[in-house]
């Protein structure tokens, strides 16, 4: 079964570094998303992206946070200068053109900035 | 806006008794709604959807939700609880105009199943 695969399942960083966090979406799929859970705190959308564009952005997502589709598999967020608050669990969701309501969900990248 | 409230961050259950997790939403619009559970350490996994149609919904592992417009509300129910449903459950909403469909997500409840 086709699944979203993220990379690297951990990443530790210090404050004021760039990371980027990838993604691989399931291969037929148009829509993508970033999520991220604070420890102890709910699910909060970042990002969405459809057709090599932003279509919405939550007021989380602001300069320091970009996305981009590089080559046509790899979905990636980039946090340019890291804050503490940035240290979370990174989610990437994808949904396919005919799977109007599901989002499938990567297994998540644990972001630490220290 | 949307919204999603769930009542009780932690639930506990004896093993084989009856799981209910609550789930309330507001939506200006007609609803999608989610229920996704979270095992420790793992990723989002999609435990069952209500679109339109038929307002008891079935999910995998046996877990069901019944859309209740008038309370609006989506409570997931297990008539049994299993050892292995000891999980976070996370419910969910989007809406069901345009094509951005992002989900909005309760705080969570942490199910505990005792032997």
């Known amino acids: 079964e086709p699944e979203v695969t993220q990379t690297p399942s951990h990443q530790v960083t210090q404050m004021g570094q760039e990371v980027i966090l990838r993604c691989v979406p399931i291969?037929?799929?148009?829509?993508f998303y970033w999520y991220r859970q604070i420890l102890g705190q709910k699910v909060e959308f970042l990002v969405s992206?459809?057709?090599?564009?932003?279509?919405?952005k939550s007021e989380i997502f602001d300069d320091q946070f970009s996305v981009e589709r590089p080559d046509g598999s790899n979905f990636t967020l980039k946090i340019r200068s890291t804050k503490l608050e940035d240290s979370a669990m990174y989610f990437c969701?994808?949904?396919?053109?005919?799977?109007?309501?599901?989002?499938?969900f990567g297994p998540g990248t644990r972001l630490t900035v220290t | 806006a949307q919204s999603v409230t769930q009542l009780g961050s932690h639930v506990s259950v004896s093993e084989g008794a009856l799981v209910l997790l609550r789930c309330n939403y507001s939506?200006?619009?007609?609803?999608?709604l989610f229920w996704y559970v979270q095992y420790p350490n793992q990723g989002l996994q999609l435990l069952l959807k209500?679109?339109?149609?038929a307002t008891l919904v079935k999910g995998i592992n046996g877990f069901e939700a019944e859309f209740k417009k008038s309370e609006t509300s989506f409570h997931l129910t297990k008539p049994s609880a299993h050892m292995s449903d000891a999980a976070e459950y996370f419910c969910?909403?989007?809406?069901?105009?345009?094509?951005?469909?992002?989900?909005?997500w309760g705080l969570g409840t942490s199910l505990a199943v005792n032997p």
């Open positions: 939506s200006s619009v007609p609803p999608y």
């Open positions: 969701a994808s949904r396919g053109q005919l799977s109007v309501y599901e989002q499938y």
């Open positions: 209500y679109t339109t149609g």
């Open positions: 992206f459809y057709n090599n564009e932003i279509s919405e």
């Open positions: 969910a909403v989007s809406d069901s105009a345009g094509n951005n469909r992002k989900l909005i």
């Open positions: 291969s037929n799929h148009l829509y």
